[in-house]
T-cell receptor, first 111, second 113 residues
Framework: QKEVEQNSGPLSVPEGAIASLNCTYS??????FFWYRQYSGKSPELIMS????GDKEDGRFTAQLNKASQYVSLLIRDSQPSDSATYLC???????????FGKGTHLIIQP | DAGVIQSPRHEVTEMGQEVTLRCKPI?????LFWYRQTMMRGLELLIY????????DSGMPEDRFSAKMPNASFSTLKIQPSEPRDSAVYFC???????????FGPGTRLTVT
C-alpha cells in the first residue's frame, strides 16, 4: 500500500516569511514527485514537479527531494496572503501513471 | 487553450439513481485520470486510461462504478445505483502520456441523498 504522509496543519506563517511544507512517502521505487495547490472549493493546481535528488527552484517556490530519506519538501519564500491554500504532495510510483496524494497541509499566511 | 472540462459541476440525486459524470481532456493529452476527493480519504485515484484504454481500475470502489473512454475527447464515470457514501467531489485530470504532469478539471460535486 503506497502512502504519502503530510502534516494536516494548519501551518500559520507571517507574511514575508518562508513557509516550509513537508511530505514523506513509503514506496521506495517512486520516481516522480509533485506539489499541487488547492484553494477552497477549487481543483488542484500543479505548481512544482521534481524528479531527482536536490533542489529545484521556480520563482518563489523551491522543491527539495531526498530519495534516501523518502522525503520531499516545498519552500515558499516571501509568503503572500494569496499563498494561503492547501498544498498536496503527490507521488508517482514505479511502473504506474496514477498519482498517490497526501491529504494535504493547510497553509495560512497571516498579513 | 481550454483546460479539462467536466460536467455537470454539481449533481444532487437520490439514493438508487444512476449518475453519469463527463470529462473532456485537454486537446492532445492522451492520458486521462478519474479521482475522488473526500474529507476523510483525501484525493484518491479511481481509474486511468492511456490512449483510450483502461490501464488500472484498482481504485474503483465497487462494481457500481464504471468508466469508459470511447474516444480521445470524452470519458464518462457512471455510478449505478448511487449511495449516500458516494457523495464527494469527482475530478478528471489529463496529461501527455509519459509526462506525468497532470492537469485537473474543475470537478463535479456529487451529493447523494
Amino acid at each position: 500500500q503506497k502512502e504519502v504522509e503530510q502534516n494536516s496543519g494548519p501551518l500559520s506563517v507571517p507574511e514575508g516569511a518562508i513557509a516550509s511544507l513537508n511530505c514523506t512517502y513509503s514506496d521506495r521505487v517512486s520516481q516522480s514527485f509533485f506539489w499541487y495547490r488547492q484553494y477552497s472549493g477549487k481543483s488542484p493546481e500543479l505548481i512544482m514537479s521534481i524528479y531527482s535528488n536536490g533542489d529545484k527552484e521556480d520563482g518563489r517556490f523551491t522543491a527539495q527531494l531526498n530519495k534516501a530519506s523518502q522525503y520531499v519538501s516545498l519552500l515558499i519564500r516571501d509568503s503572500q496572503p494569496s499563498d494561503s491554500a492547501t498544498y498536496l504532495c503527490a507521488v508517482l510510483g514505479g511502473g504506474a501513471d496514477g498519482l498517490t496524494f497526501g491529504k494535504g497541509t493547510h497553509l495560512i499566511i497571516q498579513p | 487553450d481550454a483546460g479539462v472540462i467536466q460536467s455537470p459541476r454539481h449533481e444532487v440525486t437520490e439514493m438508487g439513481q444512476e449518475v453519469t459524470l463527463r470529462c473532456k481532456p485537454i486537446s492532445g493529452h492522451n492520458s486521462l485520470f478519474w479521482y475522488r476527493q473526500t474529507m476523510m480519504r483525501g484525493l484518491e485515484l479511481l481509474i486511468y486510461f492511456n490512449n483510450n484504454v483502461p490501464i488500472d481500475d484498482s481504485g474503483m470502489p465497487e462494481d457500481r462504478f464504471s468508466a469508459k473512454m470511447p474516444n480521445a475527447s470524452f470519458s464518462t464515470l457512471k455510478i449505478q445505483p448511487s449511495e449516500p457514501r458516494d457523495s464527494a467531489v469527482y475530478f478528471c485530470a489529463s496529461s501527455f502520456l509519459g509526462s506525468y504532469e497532470q492537469y485537473f478539471g474543475p470537478g463535479t460535486r456529487l451529493t447523494v441523498t
